[in-house]
């Protein structure tokens, strides 16, 4: 991970070793005093549709858009996390979960839509699943300010040289063949996940105040994702999990990752409404996703944990019979 041109980010390691040693109750007070974002006041921006409000948009976004915002009409997102939560460094380093080439990838067919999608569509996506929330207007400033900060990361992206644009992360997940096992993965998560997220999934609040967000967010709980998002599908949390996690130093063999990212999704969530509407053609559904009704004769339970190998074999199949 190309930490130097993060210091905030290699502040918070450190502070993270620190705090390993000298035990959690110190944790909020070290970081409170070494993050950048403890010296911020609580002034809300006024909403210019600008490129770097955008950019606090993906950051600070409990602050921003969060459920205790003075202005309702700003009160559009339904847990605290941030989208750097997932996109980490906001997107900027390439690999897992990087936003460098969202410009490009857009507009697309999506499955789970059911049609073609923009950058604005994509964006709502994650508002309504990752972030139990609203769509944004497409004419919001909010909107407008994140689609151009996206649009810059592009722009440097292709300015970017090849060795740069290559990810520092370990060989991508292969997918194992057995059951994904939620109990061994309990065992993976106290040893390398709760030290940061909490022996309770709940993460670690920035502040004392829960409206500025968390610095180690929520891995599951009301605070988290809900059921309908990307990261509630195992094999896109252990693709995840196994390129980024733990931070700054992810370690995590194919099957701990497999393992871990079951866990995790055993764990209660918020509750989106209507997603037997997603997949129109339910045929176009990942493997993995959680939730039904699907267009083949395997269980829930299979697809939330695998094994998947018979599941891909029957659509092969399907579509060599056509
Ligand atoms: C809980 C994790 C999580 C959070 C939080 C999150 N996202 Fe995402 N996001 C994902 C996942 C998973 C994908 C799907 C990646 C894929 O399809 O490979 C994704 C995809 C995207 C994409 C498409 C990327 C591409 O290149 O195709 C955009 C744009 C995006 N997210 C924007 C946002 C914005 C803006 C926010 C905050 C409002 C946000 N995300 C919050 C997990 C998250
Ligand atoms: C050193 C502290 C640390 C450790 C250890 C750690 N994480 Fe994280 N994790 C973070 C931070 C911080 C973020 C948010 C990214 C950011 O703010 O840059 C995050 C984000 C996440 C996310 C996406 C956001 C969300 O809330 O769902 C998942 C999933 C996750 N971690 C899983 C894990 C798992 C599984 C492990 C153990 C294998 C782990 N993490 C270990 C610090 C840590």
Redesign the pocket.
Known sequence: MASDSHPE?RG??AA??VC?AIGAAAVAGTLYFAGERGAEAAVAPPPVATEEYGRRLLRETPELLGQDHPDPERRMIGNR??C???H??IGTEPGTLTLLQTTEHYPRFSGRAGGMTDIEDRINECMQR?MHGKPLPIDSAEMIAMASYLRSLGAQYAAMGASSKKAEEPAGFKTPTRRADPAM?QV??S???????GADGA?LLSTGDPRKG???????GPD??NDGAG?GRVLT?AR??KA???????D?TDD??FD??A??NSKPRPMMANLDHDYPDRSTKPLDNPYGPYADPFPQDQHKYGPFQPIEDYYKALKQAK
């Open positions: 980010r918070l390691l993270v070793a390993a996390l941030a750097a939560s997932c980490i460094d990752s993965g993976v998560y040893t390398k996940c709760s030290i940061c997220h993460g968390y610095l180690f967010p929520p891995l599951w988290s994702f990261m949390a995840f999990i980024r996690m733990p931070l700054g130093q992810p995590l701990g990752a871990v990212a866990f995790i």
